[in-house]
């Protein structure tokens, strides 16, 4: 059984590919989460702004303003500060890892990724969340 959509944690999946948004959507809104999706960094912003989500996912490689460029922009806006985030690269550079947490990521994935390890770093990350609006 579902939670209420009111009791559900919302995550707002960033990324360019559509085949990969649409993916975590289905597998995500299976689990019960609610799911809010963008393309690209602005529209993400927006979403963001709009209605704050419990959880951010947010693709490190995208045109024009990539995931860690849009963490630091979530991360200075007063109401997404303390929202955890995950990014989902298909690179592996240590670079980038400690650009991500030092940008405020909690986590990492690497593409190709299975569903059960997304949904085991999902549930970690909003174990304990309540929404609160600000």
């Not at 709009?50 to 995208?62: G, K, N, Q």
């Amino acid at each position: 059984m579902q939670p209420a959509p009111e009791q559900q944690h919302l995550v707002l999946v960033v990324d360019d590919d559509p085949l990969v948004t649409e993916f975590v959507r289905f597998r995500l809104e299976m689990e019960g989460f609610a799911v809010e999706v963008a393309h690209n960094a602005e529209d993400a912003l927006t979403a963001a702004l709009r209605r704050p989500p419990h959880l951010f996912l947010l693709d490190v490689a995208m045109p024009e303003i990539n995931g860690l460029t849009l963490l630091r922009r979530l991360r200075a806006e007063k109401r997404l500060k303390t929202a955890p985030a995950i990014m989902i690269t298909a690179s592996a550079d240590g670079a980038n890892v400690k650009a991500a947490i030092e940008a405020g990521a909690v986590g990492y994935v690497l593409k190709p990724f299975s569903a059960s390890d997304l949904l085991a770093r999902v549930r970690a990350a909003t174990k304990n969340q309540s929404r609160v609006w600000l």
